[in-house]
């Protein structure tokens, strides 16, 4: 298949222009290597394998990167990201007129860490974060569990999601540091 020219001029000039312009892939980490510690979150609820979940679905974040590898031997590794889940709640927010509850809001509460294992630097510290997601408890209870599952799977992407990105974020900046660190040194 042939491109018609002007195809090939404007594919030319978008790969010119965002590989030319110092525009970045936020998900995507290209610094240098580094191997991250974590281990399967502290759960101080009642809610079964809530820890397992959150680590699987942060493992499949952190398989977005070339450059970031998970381990479980804490002695290989240059960082450690551990988290501690502390508490769950459903408390009912809406009512109907017969005063049934209509809705509830799941809440999870979670504090975490990232933290340098060479240095001994705390690159990024959450102590206290609440993630909330609505579901509807219309239909019977079948139908309801279903949508508190979804509702907390919703959470547990979303949570994943920001520590992923939170975490590219504290290493670049800790990469821009050290390049200029460096750079003070061959220029003093």
């Given amino acids: 298949m042939r491109l018609p020219n002007h195809k090939v001029l404007i594919l030319f000039l978008l790969t ?49 990167s070339n450059s970031l590898h998970m381990t479980k031997d804490k002695s290989a590794a240059d960082l ?28 999870l ?28 408890t219309e239909g019977g209870s079948a139908v309801v569990a279903d949508r508190e599952r979804e509702a907390l799977k919703k959470i547990i992407s979303d949570l994943s999601e920001q520590v992923y990105l939170g975490t590219l974020n504290k290493l670049r900046a800790k990469d821009i540091k050290a390049k200029a660190r460096a750079a003070r040194h061959l220029n003093p």
């Avoid at 965002?18 to 980490?29: E, K, Q, R, S, T």
């Fill in 80 to 107: 450690i990201l551990a988290g501690e889940i502390m508490y769950i709640d459903l408390p009912s927010i809406s009512w109907s007129s017969n005063a049934r509850t209509t809705e509830v809001r799941v809440r």
């Fill in 16 to 64: 010119a222009f965002l590989g030319g312009c110092g525009y970045y892939f936020p998900g995507v980490y290209n610094g240098p290597a580094r191997t991250i510690y974590m281990p399967n979150w502290k759960n101080r609820t009642s809610e079964l394998d809530l820890n397992a979940k959150i680590y699987q679905s942060l493992s499949r974040w952190f398989q977005k």
């Fill in 109 to 136: 509460g979670v504090r975490y860490i990232l933290k340098d294992l060479k240095s001994g630097d705390i690159l990024w510290e959450v102590p206290n974060e609440l993630w909330t997601e609505n579901y509807s």
